[in-house]
């Protein structure tokens, strides 16, 4: 009988493939899908709300900076005004008069406008002698021994620093002190009096 069955084409009855699996429910399947796509809308609402903050940083710093290179080649001539004047003595400034006594004002003038100009646009000279020694602002050219200040205290400025914002544009050269009151001797903790530090 099952041959005859196979020969006419009949197939044995076998159990449906979409009888086996649970059927879904539609109201469940929706709220997973609605939960889904909730779930990536707040993402991306995030998503563009870090983007949004992110511009605004990066719009705010290129404000700030975005003349620091031309103000770090502005502050040579910065400089070029101020040596002019040091190098004139204080008695020839005090007694000059005519055509050398108008140069001076002169350069005092620009000297005085460049500085209020730089810091118009926010660049601003490095706070630098008496204060403690940082190396994210300063730059120690020399150590001075020197008893009556803490050691580490800059205490000669040579060339003064300039910052825009919380930048440095230029470090200030200065001369720091050795040997103050923070470096008088400590006693040596147990097991150390041997060793020799100075290396």
Do not use: C, W
């Not at 909730?38 to 993402?43: C, Q």
């Not at 140069?103 to 005092?108: K, Q, S, Y």
């Amino acid at each position: 009988m099952s041959d005859e069955n196979a020969a006419q084409g009949e197939t044995p009855e076998t159990e449906n493939p979409a009888t086996d699996t649970p059927e879904v429910d539609p109201v469940e399947a929706l709220a997973a899908e609605n939960a889904d796509l909730k779930d990536k809308l707040l993402r991306t609402i995030a998503e563009m709300e870090n983007l949004r903050k992110r511009t605004e940083r990066d719009v705010a710093d290129t404000r700030s900076y975005a003349i620091a290179g031309f103000a770090r080649d502005m502050l040579t001539a910065t400089d070029a005004l101020s040596r002019a004047l040091m190098v004139i003595p204080a008695e020839t400034r005090e007694t000059a008069d005519g055509s050398l006594r108008s140069l001076i004002d002169g350069i005092e003038l620009a000297d005085r406008e460049m500085q209020r100009l730089l810091a118009k646009h926010g660049v601003k000279p490095i706070e630098a002698e008496g204060q403690k020694f940082d190396p994210h602002k300063h730059q120690a050219m020399f150590e001075v021994p020197n008893p009556n200040v803490p050691e580490g205290t800059v205490v000669q400025v040579v060339q003064t620093g300039f910052a825009i914002g919380e930048r440095v544009l230029r470090p200030a050269m200065v001369g720091v002190a050795k040997g103050g009151a923070a470096a008088a001797p400590t006693a040596a903790p147990e097991g150390e009096e041997g060793i020799d530090k100075s290396a």
